[in-house]
């Protein structure tokens, strides 16, 4: 019996860093989004849309290419012209709905 329980116990260490390391997908879900370079193609101040030609969205493991976002906040679109070049992040709603939470100008 004592062998079973020491047995169990190096077990438990010897595993224990690796499942440490491991990152549950709510915890992924929820770190904030990282800055994605984007070129303004298009502002729609009315219905709070935004399209982009974009690098690649890792947050979103989305390819390079131009769509229309949604944004979070209408104001975000003041801090973007057609043909700006500026950072921003996005994320995906629990709907599916991809929105942009951030805009920050290009460097």
């Known amino acids: 019996m004592k062998k079973l329980l020491l047995t169990s116990l190096l077990a438990a ?4 860093p690796a499942m ?9 879900a929820s770190a904030p989004a990282s800055l994605t370079v984007g070129e303004v193609r ?6 709070k849309k935004i399209t982009l030609k974009h690098g690649e969205i890792k947050n979103l493991e989305m ?3 131009t769509m229309v ?6 104001a ?5 012209k ?12 629990a ?7 951030d805009i920050q100008p290009g460097k």
Do not use: N, Y
């Open 20 to 28: 440490a390391e491991q990152k549950p997908d709510s915890a992924a």
């Open 95 to 101: 709907t599916g709905a991809l929105v942009v939470t």
């Open 63 to 65: 390819p390079p290419m």
């Open 69 to 74: 976002f949604q944004v979070k906040d209408a």
């Open 76 to 80: 975000l679109l003041d801090k973007a």
């Open 13 to 16: 260490c010897v595993a224990w």
């Open 42 to 47: 298009k502002v729609d101040k009315h219905a």
């Open 82 to 93: 057609v043909g700006d070049t500026i950072r921003f992040a996005a994320e995906k709603t």
